[in-house]
């Protein structure tokens, strides 16, 4: 099953991956991360199809998606 790994700390809440995920399951999180944003967060892992839009459209390098 894919799943979608975000590494919040390094995530500065761009937004980008939420408008390229196909199945739109990202959203920002209510919590500030070190660096002072709101990180994105998976909400529906179970819904995830691996197809790494997110991944590919982050300028953080902050998600990884595993198959």
């Known amino acids: 099953m894919a ?3 975000i590494r919040e ?3 500065k809440g761009c ?3 939420i408008r390229a995920c196909p199945k739109k399951i990202l959203e ?3 919590k500030i991360n070190l660096i002072g944003y709101h990180p994105v ?3 529906k892992k179970e819904e995830c199809i691996g197809c790494a ?3 590919r459209t982050c300028p953080d390098v902050a998600i ?3 198959k």
Request: charged fraction near 25%; aromatic fraction near 10%; hydrophobic fraction near 35%.
């Open 41 to 43: 967060s998976c909400v």
């Open 3 to 5: 799943h979608v790994e």
């Open 53 to 55: 839009m997110c991944a």
């Open 64 to 66: 990884e998606v595993y």
């Open 15 to 17: 937004g980008l991956c």
């Open 9 to 11: 700390d390094r995530c």
């Open 28 to 30: 920002f999180s209510e």
